[in-house]
């Protein structure tokens, strides 16, 4: 039988992408992902939060880095990475969720953005740039493949700092 990795999420970004190069020269976007979830506590209903990492690669990390803002809500398909370093003589790691395919989603959460259910489609899979002239701010469906640079290592500047986050 063969092994499954694969991710669905729906949520909000918590902070603005971060878009960055290997020293190849390839983009890798990041940026943290809120997913809300219900969880019964007695007679009532709460919510609580949960945050991801998640990691774009290539053309599509490029073009969508300045449409992936903090509180857009978006879709992500992908697989689960964990990454493994050393940091002072300790070993470290961390689990983050390489992109396959994302799909931009209603506003910002502010009122400001476009209503539920439109957005637009990037697929991470089929390499490539933009094609049938679809580019990221329409709000129909399209599909822009790009190329995906999965396997390339991080070093350690390309680690997130979980300093930084603000929560």
Do not use: C
């Amino acid at each position: 039988m063969t092994d499954i990795n694969r991710v669905f999420l729906v949520g909000r970004l918590t902070r603005d992408a971060e878009l960055r190069f290997t020293t190849a020269g390839t983009p890798v976007g990041k940026f943290s992902l809120a997913v809300n979830r219900s969880k019964k506590s007695g007679d009532k209903w709460d919510e609580e939060v949960n945050f991801f990492d998640i990691v774009l690669w290539g053309k599509t990390a490029e073009a969508l880095s300045k449409y992936l803002i903090k509180g857009k809500q978006v879709a992500i398909d992908g697989e689960l990475r964990q990454s493994r370093w050393e940091q002072d003589g300790q070993a470290r790691s961390r689990v983050e969720i390489h992109a396959a395919n994302i799909q931009l989603l209603g506003g910002t959460g502010t009122g400001s953005g476009s209503g539920q259910g439109s957005g637009s489609n990037y697929n991470a899979a089929s390499g490539g740039g933009h094609q049938g002239g679809v580019k990221p701010q329409q709000s129909k469906g399209g599909s822009v493949p790009f190329e995906q640079y999965g396997n390339e290592p991080f070093n350690d500047a390309g680690q997130f700092d979980d300093d930084g986050i603000p929560f």
